[in-house]
């Protein structure tokens, strides 16, 4: 009985009052000193600065002070807006999305020249097709300041275009005494990017899971190739879960010009991850934790040892699966061991890559082969010939980023997503594929009337002229490929082509009796041209008649449009090719707008004949 009496005695105990936004050391000391004489007034009276009990608070203070300090810290370094440390700085990039880049390395279409002897085809003096050469991807010149550019893409003198036509701009060289030429000057450019290739050697020893490997340079801007001596190729991935990667195969079809490589998707048993430190701007390879060597780690398993235990029951109870352990497995990739793996890399960039034109004029490294029927005395003839310049200054050479250019980067890394889930994840994919598996000029998404799931993908491209043209079906086909990878499982996507409507536009208009009318109605023309750039125009977009009219009004000297019309083009008309599509102004007109049918996209394709203007 005393016992629970003494119990209930302590629930009514007075709770001792404590304060919990102390945060500086004045007010941990302050706070101390007033709870230590309320609670504790007979122990200690001296709260003086030189007393024991003010070195007891000083103390406790401190400690408060230091723990608030660090607590306020650490908080801060959560977010990148207040993050100070630049270990907790690139951890929350990396988190973010956000890959630490290096110095961009600069772009440049260098220009090649040959001289070869030229033969008679046809009554005509041309150059010899047999004796072109095909300059090397992996070649190396210098600019005058000693920046190394590597071409990156073959040229090849022989090529022909889409008309059978060599695609190279020939000039005259040598002549005879009859003033025949002798040699002919070829002339073509190859898109090269600043930088040195280099290689370096891992060996692998023994086994161990997620091996890493740092590179010796700095600012490595591309990663060319991967490999070890059991001939194993190593993907470069985003993340070691990526079990697939795109990859480029030569398009041997008649529209290789257009599409030079088709887009295939390839499994990447060995594949390996890349991060670059803020700092020293080192690369470092992270590879898979899977043994190579052995059939437990394959990177597909056996669906066998995941089947359901039956045993020939005729009542069995429901079982849960996991689909996951059917689809991956548990390496992450794989890295062979005991083996010597060579890494090729490019590194190098900055703002000092961007020279002049004119200034890369050295042949640093050539690759070149020749047709097999070229006497030595030929190739060692064209070899000397050979001379390179570029016609415009190399551009995209910039130098690293800052930790506070970074940090405006995270919003939108944060809102990026691998998938295609709106009509502008859609359109960013299409407008974002690699330009060797073909380029999209224009692109419009439509729903589907007949699926609610579909979606209805309008492309289009441009020939060589800049005119709109017809996709090819190696496009499509890559577009396809390219888009399964990120589109939802529900979603169906129709790739169709774009309607092409062909416009001429006639006017007339009086001008100030005191101006020069050839002035004035050229100063029109120039102004529509302009308008009807096809770089103004998208797929679906309305042309506003008023607009157009404004253009003319508001020429100085025009005193005003006394006729406006605006036609369709079709068929061939005076030697000129213009699309089959029919379209009907007049029908087409609301509002003051001239509408597109669903997926078409208007041209004015020969603005030098199709715009008519007269004066009076």
């Known amino acids: 009985m005393t016992a629970n009496k003494k119990s209930n005695n302590n629930l009514f105990k007075s709770i001792r009052e404590r304060s919990y936004l102390n945060k500086d050391f004045d007010s941990f000391r302050n706070d101390l000193t007033n709870y230590a004489r309320t609670y504790y007034p007979d122990k200690i009276q001296d709260f003086s600065e030189t007393s024991l009990g003010g070195a007891l608070v000083d103390l406790a203070a401190y400690v408060g002070d230091v723990m608030s300090f660090y607590l306020d810290h650490q908080f801060n370094e959560l977010s990148l807006d207040t993050a100070v440390e630049f270990d907790n700085i690139q951890n929350l990039l990396l988190s973010s999305g956000i890959d630490i880049p290096s110095a961009a390395a600069a772009v440049v279409y260098v220009d090649f020249y040959i001289e070869v002897p030229a033969i008679i085809s046809g009554n005509k003096l041309v150059p010899n097709v047999n004796v072109m050469p095909i300059i090397e ?17 073959d040229v090849n003198f022989a090529q022909l275009n889409k008309a059978g036509e060599l695609d ?3 000039t005259i060289g040598d002549t005879d005494a009859q003033n025949n030429p002798t040699t002919f000057i070829l002339q073509k450019s190859g898109l090269c990017i600043s930088g040195q290739f280099v290689s370096e050697e891992l060996t692998t020893g023994e086994f161990e899971a997620f091996k890493t490997y740092t590179l010796e340079n700095s600012d490595v801007s591309q990663i060319v190739s991967v490999k070890d001596d059991f001939g194993n190729d190593y993907y470069e991935v985003n993340s070691l879960v990526q079990d697939t990667v795109f990859k480029g195969v030569a398009n041997i079809d008649s529209d290789n010009i257009d599409v030079p490589e088709n887009l295939n998707v390839i499994p990447a048993p060995y594949r390996f991850t890349t991060t670059r430190e803020f700092l020293d701007r ?10 190579g060597t052995t059939l437990e780690d394959d990177i597909i398993p056996d669906p066998s040892q995941f089947s359901l235990p039956l045993y020939g029951k005729k009542i069995n109870k429901q079982y849960s699966l ?25 590194y190098g960039g900055g703002l000092s890559h961007n020279v002049d034109a004119r200034s890369i004029n050295t042949i640093n490294q050539l690759f070149i082969s020749f047709p097999d029927d070229t006497t030595p005395l030929r ?7 050979l001379d390179v310049v570029n016609l415009e200054p190399a551009r995209g050479g910039a130098d690293p980023l800052s930790i506070e250019q970074l940090k405006a980067l995270a919003p939108t890394a944060r809102a990026a997503q691998n998938r295609i889930v709106t009509k502008a994840d859609l359109l ?15 692109a419009s998404i439509k729903s589907s009337k007949n699926n609610p799931f579909a979606t209805r993908l309008y492309v289009a491209t441009q020939n060589a002229q800049g005119n709109i043209d017809i996709a090819p079906d190696a496009l499509k086909k890559n577009i396809r490929t390219y888009l399964n990878e990120y589109r939802l499982i529900t979603d169906a996507i129709d790739i169709l082509d774009t309607n ?3 416009l001429q536009i006639k006017f ?20 529509l041209v302009d308008y009807f750039d096809i770089k103004n125009f998208h797929i679906d977009q309305p042309i506003s008649i008023s607009d157009v009219k404004n253009i003319i009004y508001n020429t100085d000297s025009v005193v005003s449009l006394t006729m406006f019309e605006i036609k369709n083009l079709n068929g061939i008309i005076s030697d000129r090719q213009y699309s089959t599509t029919f379209y009907n102004i007049e029908d087409s007109q609301y509002k003051g707008l001239l509408i597109p049918p669903n997926g078409s996209i208007f041209e004015v394709k020969f603005p030098f004949d199709d715009i008519i203007g007269t004066a009076i």
Do not use: C
Request: proline share 3%; charged share 20%; hydrophobic share 35%.
């Open 508 to 527: 007339e208009i009086l001008v100030d009796k005191h101006q020069n009318k050839r002035l004035i109605l050229q100063d029109v023309l120039n102004k």
């Open 137 to 153: 991807k992996d070649t190396s010149v210098l600019s005058d300041n000693d920046i190394e550019f590597v071409l990156i893409e």
């Open 282 to 291: 080192l690369t470092t390879l992270t590879f898979g934790g899977g043994d």
């Open 322 to 346: 996991d689909p996951n352990k059917l689809l991956n497995s548990n390496t992450f990739g794989s890295l062979q061991p005991n083996s010597t793996i060579t890494i090729k890399y490019m």
């Open 428 to 442: 960013g994919r299409i407008y974002t594929m690699p330009s060797n598996y073909g380029r999209v000029f224009r």
């Open 379 to 385: 190739q060692a003839e064209i070899r000397a010939s």
């Open 500 to 502: 092409v409507i062909n």
């Open 168 to 170: 190279v701009l020939i």
